[in-house]
Nanobody, 126 residues
C-alpha cells in the first residue's frame, strides 16, 4: 500500500523560503515518477516539479524554474521541494504525488498520478 505524507508548509513573506518534504512508503521498485503539484483556491491543480526517482531526471514548470528545486533522499524514501524567492502567487495547497509503474525516461507534469498525499498549505504574503 503506497502512502505519501507531506510536511513543511506554512506562512512566509514574499521573498522567503520553505522546504516541503514527502515521506513515501509502499513502493517495491524504483524508477517511478514522484512530484509536487499545487492547487490555489478557484484554480485547477497544476504540476510544479516531478522526478524519476531512479534516473533522477527532473521536470520543472516554467512558473517556478530557477526558484524551486526538487530533490530526494533515497535512503529515507523522502522527496523534497525547496522553494526560494516565494511570491504571493505561489500560495496554494501543495500535494505530493506518485505514479504507479516503472518509467525509463523523464517524467511528465501532465501525466496522471494515481497516489496522492493529504496536502500541505503554503501561504505567501506580500
Amino acid at each position: 500500500q503506497v502512502q505519501l505524507v507531506e510536511s513543511g508548509g506554512g506562512s512566509v513573506q514574499a521573498g522567503g523560503s520553505l522546504r516541503l518534504s514527502c515521506a513515501a512508503s509502499g513502493f517495491t521498485y524504483r524508477n517511478y515518477c514522484m512530484g509536487w503539484f499545487r492547487q490555489a483556491p478557484g484554480k485547477e491543480r497544476e504540476g510544479v516539479a516531478v522526478v524519476n526517482n531512479g534516473l533522477l531526471r527532473t521536470s520543472i514548470d516554467d512558473s517556478v524554474k530557477g526558484r524551486f528545486t526538487i530533490s530526494q533522499d533515497s535512503a529515507k524514501n523522502t522527496l523534497y521541494l525547496q522553494m526560494n524567492s516565494l511570491k504571493p502567487e505561489d500560495t496554494a495547497m501543495y500535494y505530493c504525488a506518485a505514479k504507479d509503474g516503472r518509467v525509463y525516461g523523464s517524467c511528465s507534469l501532465r501525466w496522471e498520478y494515481n497516489f496522492w498525499g493529504q496536502g500541505t498549505q503554503v501561504t505567501v504574503s506580500s
